[in-house]
Every structure is written in structure tokens, then in C-alpha cells.
């Protein structure tokens, strides 16, 4: 017998109980629940495709329930304060304490193992600072650019629209409007959600060019001209590559393509878009810095820059040496961790691909000393910046100035829930779907997007001030220290090599020299 012949007898045979039990209410409150739970088990017996139902009818389906709620079990009741991925609660709780603008205060001490490996600390002075008025900012323009920009400590990092709802992108911009610092709009084009606020903007272009695309899929110079003169675009960006996801395109599926997100990244409605793993703009590392430059020069002398997450040294040092040799650089380069969020990863790629920021910021920031370039380059970080700590971090490894996606994500609502893949995010942060999206206020969660910003900088500045320090430029390696084992501390002077100005032009030392004889600038070798 077929098995909807075998389901359609059960339904009769119930039908025929029901029936013979008349029609008294006790009957059928009874009787009821007790056929469709016969009915369930007929099933869970028949179907073959989970094999806990077929050996636990009923019951098994207690098992699929536990697990569809093990995250938020996990989050809320078994995790410890400060063991939770990708943010612990405590992380969690002093963004969601400062976006308040309440009190990010902790009594008792720190519930943190200070002894154990792994386990960083920044060193106080015997003579502290006062903290300064006003935050410094970092100028973003070398040589080449004639329209430098004053760069905040701490800015909104790349999220897109269609990756986050309008109402996300509206509150991020009106906040970094409120606050003075930039937004990075991800590169999912530049929307009228960008624009409406008059937030700074870090303009960010991938791989397809969205937004300053040909029918084709390439590069756009007249329409990219024509976006990069907008005034509240303040620097332009490349996207190499992404934390999470290095060497790897995004897929947006053509359910969430509606014609909105068409037009603004000047895709066909409706069709499943594919950012390509490469960029068609070039093929060298020559290439690519002449292609920087000439962004710069289509946008009217703006800064121009690059993210990636680092991967190979000798791949990064040849493009160290086209800078030499082309004697032109990017503006900035942002340096993007492996440890950085996503909408979507294949999740061999964001837990075993790219390298974690500590080792690309001090990569990165040797190298440009190496090469003698680092005074015309700024260095921005991010990776799961969400406190003054880890911003004062950041510096001492090598960056100017840090970006936070995740952090302003919990600022604008963000619950940690997992979902930003499904279209179904609980809070109306990553969706499109209308109805979830309207629970976002854009003006309540605009502010706490500013007071996130301002009280983490804050945070940052006294850290550095119980340090001695005034300025990010007066930090040094020797400030952050790591424990190795529970009787050894080494500092970061003393864990990672320094390079001096023009050394790896000059004589390399010998933990260089063969990434620095294998950098060619007119090939990326492997």
C-alpha cells in the first residue's frame, strides 16, 4: 500500500472513532489530541527520512525542538559571562549599556582568568594623563590627494543595504551624522538610505562593482565619477577581500533582489547576484595601485584606499613595491580580521581562511615602515572592535584609527541571534522583509548609535590616559602585554619583530628576505 493511501486510512479510521464517540464536548477534548498524536506517530513510523522518528515516534520530535532553540538556551541560560561567540555577554552588555547612555560599570572585579595563556593586559603609568577634551582625529590623504579628510577614532565599519533593512542604514548614517565620524557603506552600492542624513561616507566598492557598473558587470568610470562627487562622500574604498570570507564572492539571492536593491546596485530585479572571488580592474599588484589612484583622481582628489584581509606577506610586500616604484600609495588601507562578522560564510571559510587582525595589523604596518611609505599611509582595523580596550589595542598594534560593523549592530538593536542569512532577523536589522524592518526606530536607535561611538572613544581615551598617553601616536608595542603560560608575560615589543624606516629596502633581516625576494609588483605569486 502507497503511503498517502496508508495516511488517508488513519484519517478515516480516526474519523470513524470520533464519530462513534457522538458529540459530547469531553469526548472529543479527549479524544482529539489523542487521534492527532496517533496520526503523528503513524507518520513518524512510515517516513524515512529521520531515523530518531522512525525508532522514537512522538517523542523524537522533542530532540528537533531542543535544537531549534539551543542558541538562545545557550545564550541565555548556560553560557558564562564572558564565554559566548562570537560576543560574550559581557561585551554584549557594555555596548548595550553605552548605546543606553547608562552606566557601563562592573562591581566585584573582573570574572576574567588573568593567569590564563592568551590573556592580554595594557600597562598603566605610575604617572597618568588627564584625559583630553576633545578626541584627536587622524588625517586621511597623502601626497596625491587634495581633499584629506579628518578621520574618527572609531566608525561605522561595511555593512550594505540588502544586507541590513533601510531603517538600519538610516539609523547608522543619522547617527555617524550626529556624531561626526564616518560610515563605510559596504559595497552594495550607494543608497538614497546613505544619503538622506548626511552622514560622512566611505564609499566601498567590490568586486561587482555595484552601484558604478556596465550592463556587463564591469567598472563604471562616468557613474563612479558621478556618486564620488556627492559631498557626503568623503573617501572612496576597494574591496579585496573580507574577513570572513577571503577569496570568496557574496551570493544575494533573488528573493531579497526586489526593484529597489536593483537600481541601487544596477543589477536586473528579481535574479540572484553574484559578486565574482576577483576583481576584472586589475591583475597586478601594479595594476592595482594605479587603479587606486586613478579612483582617487575620478573622485575629484578624495581619499583613496583598500580593505583586505591579509593573507600571503610576500603577495602584500609586492604591492609595497609597485607603490615604490609607481611613487604613488593608497590613502588608507584597511585591514579586515578573520575574526570579522558576516551576513553569510561558508563556515570553513570564517572559522580556517584569512588572517586574524593582530598578525594583519602588524603584517601590514611593518611592511609600509619597511618600505618607508608608512607616514603617507593610514591604517584603519576591523575585526570585533567594540570597546575603548579594544580600540587602544588596535593602535598599539599598528593601526590609526578602528571600524566596528557588530558593535553598531547591537547599538541599532541587534540581539546576537544568528539569523542574518535567513531574512528572519528578530529585530529588523538584517532583513527585508517590511514587516520586521518597521520595528526598528530609526530615531531612538540613531542616538545610540552616537553615544556607542562617543563613549567608546572615551573609554579609549582614558585607557590611554591611565597609560601616560595623550595621543594614539605615543603608543608603542611595549604598552599591550600577553601572558604565554601561567608563569611567563611577554610584551608585544617582545613577541613580534618591529621593523625600522627603509629597512626592508635598505638590508631586510633575515625573517623577511625571502617574502621580500619572492614580491614581485608585476605578479601576485602563490
Known amino acids: ?44 513510523l512510515l517516513q524515512r527520512r529521520h531515523s530518531v522518528l522512525r525508532n522514537y515516534p512522538v517523542i523524537g520530535h522533542a530532540r528537533f525542538l531542543l535544537e531549534s532553540i539551543r542558541p538562545e538556551l545557550q545564550q541565555y541560560f548556560v553560557e558564562r559571562n564572558f564565554d559566548g561567540r562570537p560576543f560574550d555577554r559581557d561585551t554584549r552588555s557594555i555596548v548595550y549599556e553605552r548605546a543606553k547612555g547608562t552606566d557601563a560599570e562592573e562591581p566585584y572585579g573582573t570574572e576574567r ?53 533601510a531603517q538600519a542604514i538610516l539609523a547608522l548614517n543619522k547617527g555617524a551624522a550626529g556624531g561626526g565620524f564616518a560610515h563605510d557603506t559596504g559595497e552594495g552600492g550607494l543608497s538614497e538610505y546613505h544619503l538622506r542624513h548626511g552622514g560622512d561616507l566611505v564609499w566601498e566598492i567590490g568586486t561587482g562593482y555595484f552601484g558604478c557598473r556596465t550592463g556587463d558587470g564591469d567598472f563604471d568610470p562616468a557613474e563612479f565619477a558621478d ?81 583586505l584581509c591579509v593573507g600571503s606577506r610576500s603577495q602584500f ?105 535567513t531574512n528572519t532577523c528578530p529585530t529588523g536589522v538584517t532583513t527585508q522583509d517590511p514587516r520586521r524592518a518597521r520595528a526598528l526606530d530609526v530615531g531612538d536607535k540613531s542616538a545610540r548609535v552616537r553615544r556607542l561611538q562617543e563613549a567608546t572613544v572615551a573609554g579609549a581615551l582614558q585607557i590611554m590616559a591611565s597609560m601616560g598617553v595623550t595621543d594614539p601616536a605615543q603608543l608603542r608595542p611595549h604598552m599591550l602585554r600577553r601572558r604565554i603560560d601561567p608563569y611567563t608575560v611577554r610584551s608585544y615589543d617582545e613577541l613580534y619583530e618591529w621593523l625600522s624606516p627603509g629597512q626592508l629596502r635598505a638590508e631586510p633581516p633575515a625573517s623577511w628576505a625571502a617574502d621580500w625576494a619572492a614580491a614581485d609588483p608585476d605578479r601576485f605569486t602563490v
Not at 599588484?285 to 587606486?292: A, S, T
Request: hydrophobic content about 45%.
Open 1 to 44: 500500500m502507497r503511503f498517502g493511501a496508508v495516511v488517508a486510512t488513519l484519517l478515516l479510521a480516526a474519523a470513524a472513532v470520533l464519530a462513534a464517540l457522538g458529540t459530547s464536548p469531553w469526548w472529543w477534548a479527549a479524544a482529539v489530541p489523542v487521534a492527532l498524536l496517533g496520526l503523528l506517530g503513524a507518520y513518524d
Open 113 to 165: 582568568d588573568v593567569y590564563r595563556p592568551g590573556h592580554e593586559f595594557l600597562v598603566p603609568s605610575m604617572a597618568p594623563r588627564p584625559v583630553p577634551e576633545e578626541a584627536p582625529r587622524v588625517r586621511i590623504g597623502g601626497a596625491d590627494c587634495t581633499k584629506p579628510y579628518e578621520m574618527a577614532l572609531l566608525n561605522v565599519s561595511a555593512m550594505s543595504f540588502g544586507s541590513l533593512s
Open 227 to 307: 556618486k564620488a562627487a556627492h559631498d557626503s562622500v568623503k573617501c572612496v574604498s576597494l574591496k579585496l577581500s573580507q574577513g570572513a570570507k577571503p577569496g570568496i564572492g557574496g551570493v544575494l539571492p533573488g528573493a531579497k533582489v526586489n526593484a529597489e536593491i536593483a537600481r541601487v546596485r544596477d543589477v536586473p530585479q528579481g535574479r540572484t547576484v553574484v559578486s565574482p572571488p576577483y576583481h576584472r580592474v586589475f591583475g597586478t599588484p601594479r595594476e592595482l595601485i594605479r587603479f587606486v589612484a586613478r579612483m582617487r583622481e575620478l573622485s575629484g582628489g578624495k581619499p583613496a584606499g583598500f580593505k
Open 317 to 421: 610586500l609586492a604591492v609595497c613595491k609597485a607603490m615604490v616604484e609607481e611613487g604613488t600609495t593608497p590613502d588608507f588601507i584597511i585591514v579586515d580580521g578573520a575574526e570579522g562578522g558576516t551576513g553569510a560564510a561558508p563556515l570553513e571559510f570564517a572559522d580556517h581562511v584569512g588572517t586574524p587582525l593582530t598578525e594583519g595589523l602588524v603584517t601590514v604596518h611593518n611592511a609600509l615602515v619597511g618600505v618607508g611609505l608608512r607616514d603617507r599611509v593610514r591604517i584603519g582595523a576591523s575585526g570585533k572592535i567594540a570597546t575603548g580596550s579594544d580600540l587602544v589595542k588596535r593602535m598599539v598594534q599598528g593601526a590609526d584609527y578602528g571600524n566596528a560593523a557588530r558593535a553598531m549592530m547591537f547599538a541599532v538593536g541587534c540581539i546576537q541571534a544568528q539569523r542574518c542569512h
